[in-house]
């Protein structure tokens, strides 16, 4: 089954956190994939299938930076290869499962599962706003979803539902969102801007910034798909003659399947970062929205995998940057098809 997720991507395999002492199964693009820390602390990724008798290496154990299989004790090192068959002597030659380049850039931890080769080539992507973190104070999560990936950038692509799932997020003078300012397209990402017209603060603004709900503001909206692997969200509250409040979201979409996805969630801000009830505030209402977004696209991946469903419906201007990314992971899909049939 052709799948729409370009395996020639880096995606988020795990937060930094989520891999510790033990080991982390997780399904990635399709695959089994078990996630360990070495003695040193650098991430290792492999196969999660011992090559014996397809036994999950995840329901193993760690023996130093060795990892050993919980069937009949096969044991593995770091870079994939057969170390020790405890009931004989040798080890096959060649024996090994997959190891996956890893690059950990906390809090994210990214994989590679396309070709080996191209690993190299492309280095993971980087948020501009938050290259070193300084100044800004954040705090992450995990949420899996059963939806299609693409359905996820779709929606963090165009906000406008807000006013029907969310219309308590909307400031009190703001009817309608205003049109975007503008959407730029390159090769392989798609950005847009939108400004709104001066209005007072909603609750959650009021709550966030300590700041009077009677306060006027202006606010600035970035979004960017960065990848099939990525989304990012800047949200600028510019109170009239006073100062900037910017918040900003970064989605990690990792296809667990054609039909679900992991996302995996930064949200940092760049003021007050010593208030630790700003910091859970915010993390309780994102989660909230979080999960009212997951059950809205879970409904809709449900409906368009029954039999005979008409895969898409019509598109209106607000579709603009979604369309464009959709488009963008298309294309690659296909670049990866054509030169696999080339070989």
């Known amino acids: 089954m052709r799948t729409n997720y370009p395996l020639n991507c880096w995606y988020v395999a795990a937060l930094s956190d989520e891999v510790g ?4 199964a997780r399904r990635l693009l399709g695959k089994h994939v078990v996630l360990y820390r070495r003695a040193s602390g650098e991430v290792v990724a492999l196969e999660d299938r011992c090559v014996h008798r397809a036994y999950p290496l995840s ?3 760690l023996d130093g930076d060795r990892l050993v299989c919980g069937y009949h004790g096969f044991s593995y090192e770091p870079d994939g290869c057969l170390a020790d068959v405890p009931s004989q002597e040798n080890v096959p030659p060649g024996a090994r499962v997959e190891a996956y380049p890893i690059v950990e850039t906390a809090p994210f931890i990214w994989i590679w599962l396309g070709e080996p080769r191209a690993a190299a080539l492309r280095p993971p992507p980087r948020v501009p706003w938050y290259l070193d973190g300084s100044g800004w104070t954040s705090s992450t999560e995990v949420v899996r979803v059963e939806a299609n990936y693409l359905l996820l950038h779709e929606h963090y692509l165009d906000l406008t539902d807000v006013f029907v799932t969310r219309p ?7 009817q309608q969102l205003p049109p975007l300012d503008e959407v730029e397209i390159s090769e392989r990402s798609v950005a847009y801007t939108r400004t709104t017209q001066p209005s007072r603060l909603a609750p959650w603004e009021s709550a966030i910034t300590g700041l009077p709900e009677e306060t006027v503001a202006i606010r600035r909206e970035e979004g960017t798909f960065v990848s099939p692997a990525l989304h990012t969200q800047h949200y600028a509250i510019d109170v009239v003659d006073g100062k900037s409040y910017e918040l900003l979201r970064i989605h990690g979409f990792t296809p667990e399947s054609p039909g679900a996805t992991h996302v995996f969630l ?10 630790d009830t700003i910091t859970e505030y915010l993390r309780i209402m994102f989660h909230e929205w979080a999960l009212r977004n997951a059950t809205i696209l879970e409904t809709i991946q449900r409906r368009l995998d029954e039999p005979g469903a008409r895969r898409r419906g019509i598109n209106v201007k607000a579709d603009r940057a979604a369309l464009r990314a959709r488009r963008i992971a298309m294309d690659m899909v296909d670049d990866e098809t054509s030169r696999f049939t080339a070989n």
């Open 21 to 24: 002492d033990g080991l982390l």
């Open 59 to 61: 329901e193993g154990r």
């Open 168 to 174: 308590e997020m909307v400031p009190p003078d703001i």
């Open 266 to 275: 930064q949200l940092a801000r760049n003021y007050a970062g010593a208030e």
